[in-house]
Every structure is written in structure tokens, then in C-alpha cells.
């Protein structure tokens, strides 16, 4: 079976409080990007009794063991029998620049090792197992817009209507860490709620919708402003980096063609309904 890990956004995000376990809770909105994916395919291996996982595309830090796709197997195993496997993983979407493309390689890994095996686990059975691999795990398991609060795994529905909306991503050379980012801020809580803040206009947004890892990031990395400021002068309803960085996204009411400097990534698209990632 081959699935199609998307990226993330979040729209706005509230460092709420620092947690007794030392992670932080968090108000934020998910939205999927369903057409910035990665490609996971997964079938049985037949020739040895190992599993095998092969990996192209951008290259990541990690080793196999430490791959998200080999814990949420790992984890799977823990209940059901799953027999050896030959694992392909196309990476497309960058670490550290806050799209979660490891957190959705997991989720997806969890939800195809479901079908593809049977195990007839629900969605909540899902999220639960996810959010043991990563607090952004949880959400790619429904993969819908969604307001999430506690470390980001506490979900209620939100209405947005973002559907005709474009989407441009623009990813600077720049790592920035998750841990970091986290132990760098002031947690505090929101002058205004954020599901008020979503109800607003989008032309309220940008004076409202704020990310609070967006001033230090900023402050060490001042061309991830320059990237916000190009966004908004080319005509973006909302621009803001996403989760701890360093991807800047804008949103767009018509296709955006913008040219940016050759060492950034740039990707645009529609924000339309994600389907179940599925082939
Ligand atoms: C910044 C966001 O992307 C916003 O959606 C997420 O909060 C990050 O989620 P994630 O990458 O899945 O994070 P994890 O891999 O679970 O955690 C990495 C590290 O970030 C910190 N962390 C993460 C999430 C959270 N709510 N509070 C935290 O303090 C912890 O130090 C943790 O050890
Ligand atoms: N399948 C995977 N793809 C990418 N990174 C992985 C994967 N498995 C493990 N990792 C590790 O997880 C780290 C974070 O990766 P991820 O792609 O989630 O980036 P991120 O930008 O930190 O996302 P976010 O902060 O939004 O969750 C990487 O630096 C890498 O060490």
C-alpha cells in the first residue's frame, strides 16, 4: 500500500503554559496541506524475516531504528502481529521547519499498518498511539483542520472556511530546533481567545493571529520577516511562520507567483479538503 504524508500549518499558535513534565501546552489550529506529501509505501517481505527501510529524497538526521516510521511499527507490534516488511520512505517535506513531516510519516505509518493489516483500530485508538510517538502525531490521524489544545493532541472541531484559499510555502536553509524553540519562550495566556480570533475577518487576522515563536525566531533569523514582509507586499491575506519554523506560509485568495531567492524552497497549492491520503 502506498500513502502520501502531508505537511501542516498551524494558524496561530498560543504558548500557553510549561507543564510539570516539561512540555508546554499549547493553543493552536491545524490545517493540513494535502498536496506537499511524502510518499510512504509498505509491503510484506517475502524473501527475509527482517523488516527493511529504505529511504530517498531529502536526506534526514535520523537512523532506521529512530525513524518515526519504524517506532510507530514498533508500537503497533506491541498488540498485533504484523509480519516482516519492506518500507519505502520519499522524503519531500523538510525536518525543522515546523510542517511536521515526521509527526505525519508516523500518523500515516500507523493508519496504513490499520488497513493494511486489518486491525480494525478507530481513529481514537489511533490518535492515542500517535501521541505517544510525537504531540503533532495525533492530529494527521483525522488530518482535517482541527483547534487543539494540551500539548497539542486535545482536539474540538473549528470552523474555518479556508477551501478556496491558496497556499504558498516558502522554506528558508535554515534548521530550526523544536526543543529549542520551546525552552526559548515565556509561556502566557492569549489576550483573545483563538477560536474568537478565527471567527474574525482574515482581514483582522493579521494584526490577531499571532505565533508566539515567531519573535525570537525573527530575532535570530531576520530574514524569516523578510519573507513575511514579501508575502503580505504580494498580496497574502495572512502570512506567519508555522509551528517552531522555519517555514513561512502565506495565504492567498488567487494563485500566487512569486519569485524568491534560488536557495529557498517555494510550493503553492490549494488548501482543499484532504482526503484519507490513501492510493
Ligand atoms: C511546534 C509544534 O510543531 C506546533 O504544532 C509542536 O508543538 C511540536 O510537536 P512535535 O515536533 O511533534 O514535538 P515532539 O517531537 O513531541 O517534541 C519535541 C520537543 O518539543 C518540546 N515540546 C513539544 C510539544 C509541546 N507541546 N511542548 C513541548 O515542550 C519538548 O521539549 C519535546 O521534547
Ligand atoms: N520520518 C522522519 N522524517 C523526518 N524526521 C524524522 C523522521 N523520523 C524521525 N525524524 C526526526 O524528527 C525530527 C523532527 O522532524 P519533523 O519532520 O517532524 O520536523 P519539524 O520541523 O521539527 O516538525 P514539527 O516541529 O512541526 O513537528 C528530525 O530532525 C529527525 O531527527
Redesign the pocket.
Known amino acids: 500500500m502506498v500513502v502520501f504524508p502531508n505537511a501542516?500549518i498551524?494558524l496561530g499558535?498560543f504558548v500557553t503554559e510549561k507543564r510539570a513534565d516539561?512540555?508546554?501546552?499549547?493553543e493552536?489550529v491545524?490545517v493540513p496541506v494535502p498536496g506537499f506529501n511524502d510518499v510512504l509505501e509498505v509491503l510484506e517481505n517475502k524473501e527475509s524475516q527482517k523488516d527493511i527501510l529504505t529511504t530517498t529524497g531529502i536526506p534526514t538526521d535520523t537512523s532506521d531504528e529512530s525513524n518515526l516510521v519504524m517506532k510507530a511499527l514498533k508500537l503497533i507490534r506491541e498488540d498485533c502481529l504484523i509480519p516482516p516488511l519492506k518500507i519505502h520512505l520519499h522524503k519531500n517535506i523538510p525536518s525543522g521547519a515546523?510542517l511536521?513531516g515526521?509527526?505525519s510519516d508516523a500518523a500515516f505509518m500507523l493508519r496504513l499498518l490499520n488497513d493494511q493489516f486489518h486491525l480494525k483500530l478507530q481513529s481514537g485508538q489511533l490518535e492515542e498511539k500517535a501521541a505517544i510517538l510525537?504531540?503533532?502525531?495525533a492530529f494527521f490521524v483525522r488530518n482535517h483542520p482541527v483547534f487543539a489544545e494540551g500539548?497539542?493532541n486535545k482536539f474540538s472541531p473549528i470552523a474555518t472556511n479556508l477551501q478556496n484559499l491558496w497556499i504558498m510555502l516558502v522554506i528558508p536553509p535554515i534548521h530550526l530546533s523544536?526543543?529549542a524553540?520551546?525552552?526559548n519562550i515565556t509561556p502566557k495566556q492569549p489576550e483573545k481567545s483563538l477560536k474568537d480570533i478565527l471567527k474574525m475577518e482574515t482581514g483582522a487576522w493579521p494584526e490577531n493571529l499571532i505565533n508566539d515563536?515567531e519573535p525570537n525566531a525573527f530575532h535570530n533569523h531576520p530574514k524569516l520577516m523578510e519573507i513575511k514582509n514579501r508575502l503580505y507586499a504580494e498580496g497574502a491575506l495572512y502570512a506567519a511562520m508555522s509551528?517552531?519554523g522555519s517555514a513561512m506560509f502565506g495565504l492567498f485568495d488567487a494563485k500566487p507567483e512569486i519569485e524568491w531567492p534560488r536557495e529557498y524552497r517555494a510550493w503553492a497549492g490549494q488548501l482543499q479538503k484532504s482526503d484519507d491520503g490513501k492510493d
Open positions: 501542516k498551524n499558535l516539561g512540555f508546554h501546552n499549547i493552536t491545524f515546523g511536521g515526521g509527526s510525537g504531540a503533532d502525531c500539548i497539542g523544536t526543543p524553540a520551546y525552552k515563536f509551528g517552531s
